[in-house]
């Protein structure tokens, strides 16, 4: 089969359509033959050598896909071949088919195209499993969303929305924020000129925000904390602008707050595996019916993987860029 792998080189990784050989199903996995592969911020980590795959994950970039099922494992009870389906992945998706344990798959909702369903796992399960599990996010609460605009991000958006949250986001020009507020965003800020701290304070009558979703790490700490209302959860899921920050400890004692950092990629299968099925069960029937649903900016030939990366790395994407094999 025909899959991107990274050729080490000074300065970074180069990527290369190379011929491979296709994976073979274990007893709890699927085979699927590859209808698009979602690109993602850790895809350009793992390029430059940041972001190495967990032990026993292919060695070539690709955390979600979307295609059919060709072969299942013996111990596979829960899906057939010809299930349309869409995958959690540690790695391997630039490519034209992985394997995968069923517990890391899902149908692929109905009324869902079967190549912009490759924007969905990875999006929606890091927004879930943040926002429900490690935010605690409940109804009438104030969400905001820093990059909005993002892969992630418009997912978060849409997902706070739909379970009640009065939603703020943030994105880099005025026209990509405005695009926010039809994904369900009440408030939107344009980060490069508007201050989000009194954005969102203006925008929940002075409360400020229960659960913060940040992706730009360092650089937004000492706002991210100013912003928090009493009892605020600060989840950090990216680093795109630092990796240190300087915390204000008595900012955080005064309001009761916490800050936490999670990744996805590195869990447990177990874990994944809990995480998959709660957003089969809650926000599948959202996608179904429209209240959450992909957000696509292009379509990109396997062959042209450097290109979609580079949609990302010059921030022009809104939405996700899908690799087509």
């Given amino acids: 089969m025909r899959a991107v792998t990274i050729s080490a080189q000074q300065g970074g990784g180069k990527l290369v359509l190379s011929r491979t050989e296709?994976?073979?199903?274990?007893?709890?996995?699927?085979?699927?033959?590859?209808?698009?592969?979602?690109?993602?911020?850790?895809?350009?980590?793992?390029?430059d050598g940041h972001y190495p795959p967990p032990s026993g994950a292919p060695p070539f970039p690709g955390l979600e896909v979307s295609g059919t099922v060709v072969a299942v494992g013996d111990a596979v009870t829960d899906r057939a071949v010809g299930d349309r389906v869409v995958a959690l992945l540690e790695g391997g998706g630039y490519a034209e088919a992985v394997a995968v344990r069923a517990t890391q798959t899902l149908p692929v909702?109905?009324?869902?195209?079967?190549?912009?369903?490759?924007?969905?796992?990875?999006?929606?399960?890091?927004?879930?499993?943040?926002?429900?599990?490690?935010?605690?996010?409940?109804?009438?609460?104030?969400?905001?969303?820093?990059?909005?605009?993002?892969g992630v991000g418009s997912i978060a958006v849409q997902l706070g929305a739909a379970l009640g949250a009065h939603v703020v986001a943030t994105a880099g020009g005025?026209?990509?924020?405005?695009?926010?507020?039809?994904?369900?965003?009440?408030?939107?800020?344009?980060?490069?000129?508007?201050?989000?701290?009194?954005?969102?304070?203006?925008?929940?009558?002075?409360?400020?925000?229960?659960?913060?979703?940040?992706?730009?790490?360092?650089?937004?700490?000492?706002?991210n904390v100013r912003v928090l209302a009493p009892g605020g959860r600060l989840v950090v899921i990216g680093l795109q602008r630092g990796r240190r920050g300087e915390l204000d400890l008595n900012a955080l004692m005064t309001k009761r707050a916490t800050v936490t950092g999670t990744t996805l990629r590195s869990r447990s299968p177990q874990e994944k595996a809990a995480i998959v099925a709660a957003v089969g069960e809650h926000v599948w029937p959202m996608v179904a019916d429209g209240r959450v649903r992909p957000v696509v900016h292009a379509r990109v030939p396997l062959a042209d993987a450097a290109d979609a990366m580079a949609l990302l790395e010059r921030g022009e994407a809104f939405g996700k860029v899908l690799l087509v094999p």
């Fill in 22 to 47: 296709p994976p073979k199903p274990g007893a709890d996995e699927v085979l699927i033959e590859v209808a698009a592969s979602g690109v993602n911020r850790a895809d350009l980590l793992q390029r």
């Fill in 109 to 150: 909702p109905d009324g869902v195209d079967l190549v912009d369903a490759a924007a969905l796992p990875e999006a929606v399960c890091t927004a879930w499993t943040n926002l429900v599990d490690t935010g605690r996010l409940a109804p009438g609460e104030w969400l905001l969303v820093h990059g909005g605009s993002g």
């Fill in 174 to 223: 005025r026209e990509r924020a405005e695009r926010c507020r039809g994904l369900g965003a009440e408030a939107v800020v344009d980060h490069r000129h508007e201050d989000f701290v009194a954005a969102v304070r203006a925008a929940s009558a002075g409360h400020g925000a229960d659960v913060v979703l940040d992706v730009v790490g360092a650089a937004n700490l000492p706002d």
